[in-house]
Every structure is written in C-alpha cells, then in structure tokens.
C-alpha cells in the first residue's frame, strides 16, 4: 500500500489511537476502562516511561494501525531487545500489509537502538495474525507464564 506511512504516535493521533486500542482489547476480550487507555496514552508521551508507539497512516493521515513496544534487557545475551507489546490494525484495513509495515518499521528502530532482537507473543487463536508473523518472523519454542499479583 503505497499511500501508508509508519510514523511516532502524535496527539494528533489520539481520536484513531483510542478507537484502535479499544478495538484492540475487544478483540483479546479484555475489559478496558477510558481511564486505562487514558494511562497508556500518557506513559507513551512521557520521556520517561519506555512505552514508545507507532501508528500506520493512510494517505488522509487516519491512523489504522498502531504498535506499542519497549526495550527489555536480556541479561543472558547481555544485550537489549525490543518487546512488540500491541499490534492492531483497522479491520477494513486488514490484508493489505499493515501489520507487516508496522513490524518493519519496528525492525528499523530496533536497529537504530542496536537491539538484538525484536520479541512479542499472540493469542494461539489468533490465527490471521499468526499467519502474518510466521511470514515476517520466527516461532520460537518457549512458553508464557504468568503469577496474577
């Protein structure tokens, strides 16, 4: 798609941010207040906080996809890497490489910081996303756990 460019989210973003990020949860079926989004929107305009985002944009400058990451050590590789927290596209924009640009767009500033590696992890269910990660990465064998605090 030609006409879409991979930019920083910016507060012009925020009305298209919002929506995406509420689509977001609806699809992981997670209940998520205004207040919540309201928080993530302000760690990643915060210079301190690490939470940095992306938006996709088509040629009108709508957002239709947006990623949130973050730099995580790997102490075991004494290195950094890049965690892909969040990754949604606009459903009427699906299949038309969104989510592909916006990984790449990733992989760049990954290389930019001089990140080793670039880390995320879907739904088992998730299947169309799954097919676009297995075409632009590799699946690794580990497993997720998690201790609810």
């Known amino acids: ?7 920083p989210l910016e507060e012009r973003h925020h009305e298209d941010w919002n929506r995406l990020y509420a689509g977001y949860a609806e699809f992981y079926r997670v209940t998520q ?10 760690w ?7 939470t940095r985002a992306f938006v996709a944009e088509d040629a ?3 957002a239709v996809g947006l990623a949130h990451y973050r730099p995580f050590a790997r ?3 004494a290195t950094t890497g890049g965690y892909l927290d969040d990754l949604f596209v606009d459903p009427q924009m699906r299949g038309q490489r969104v989510a592909d640009a916006l990984i790449a767009a990733l992989a760049e500033e990954g ?3 001089g990140w080793s590696v670039i880390r995320w992890i ?10 676009v990660y297995d075409r632009v990465a590799k699946l690794t064998p580990w497993r997720t756990y998690d201790i609810a605090l």
């Open 75 to 77: 102490p075991l590789s």
């Open 33 to 42: 207040t205004q207040e919540m989004r309201d928080r993530v929107w302000s």
């Open 111 to 113: 290389r930019r910081r």
């Open 122 to 131: 879907t739904a088992e269910d998730n299947y169309r996303g799954r097919a």
């Open 44 to 50: 990643i305009h915060d210079p301190g906080h690490e």
């Open 1 to 7: 798609m030609s006409e879409l460019r991979i930019v």
């Open 60 to 62: 009108n400058g709508r």
